[in-house]
């Protein structure tokens, strides 16, 4: 067997061209500054295609809604494979949840919506949706590890068309819309 050589004391201390490089070009810092929100997106359900009758709802967690959006519909790369597989022709927003100081409440709060056990009464898949949301929006923590619900600023801001919608459709099953008090609505203006 060959001695093993010794290390030379002086090289020992000295960087690598690599770490030189990561000295001088340091990993691009994500911007923490753009608030987190759970959203919900649907799709209209398409006649045409017998394999694709029911619309599509898709519940999930960003800091950039366009660009998630643009993302779901194809526009640039991206998006999930459900809404990939599921898709119709296109998605819309119906609503975003905004008041989520840390992103992972955004993501604790996502998964116990989306988890819920909560159903929903409604004449389509999005009504439902949205009632199974706000019936789980009354549980003092939609998640074991999420924050207390009324610690939250929670706001949901609506696209017009589907407050209304919603609205309708409960009125006219007599049902009474109540949101827990520590939720406020804002109308966005399209």
């Known amino acids: 067997m060959a001695p093993r050589k ?24 994500v911007n923490t500054t753009k608030e987190t929100i759970v959203y919900l997106d649907t799709s209209p359900p398409c006649i045409r295609d017998a394999q694709y009758r029911k619309e599509v709802t898709y519940l999930g967690i960003t800091n950039d809604l366009v660009r998630r959006l643009k993302q779901h519909n194809g526009m640039l790369k991206g998006g999930s494979k459900y809404v990939q597989r599921n898709m119709n022709e296109y998605l819309t927003n119906v609503f975003f949840i905004g008041g989520f100081k840390l992103r992972a409440d955004a993501a604790r709060y996502e998964r116990g919506l989306k988890d819920s056990s909560a159903t929903g009464i409604g004449s389509t898949i999005l009504l439902r949706r949205i009632d199974k949301i706000r019936k789980t929006l009354f549980n ?3 998640h074991r590890k999420a924050p207390l619900s009324k610690d939250l600023p929670i706001t949901i801001y609506w696209r017009k068309y589907y407050y209304e919608l919603y609205n309708r459709d409960c009125k006219s099953r007599d049902q009474e819309i109540k949101w827990p008090d520590y939720v406020t609505h804002k109308i966005i203006k399209e």
């Not at 290390?7 to 201390?13: L, Q």
């Open 6 to 29: 010794k290390k030379d004391p002086k090289r020992r201390n000295k960087t690598t061209p690599k770490q030189k490089k990561r000295q001088y070009f340091p990993r691009k810092k």
């Open 140 to 142: 003092e923590r939609v």
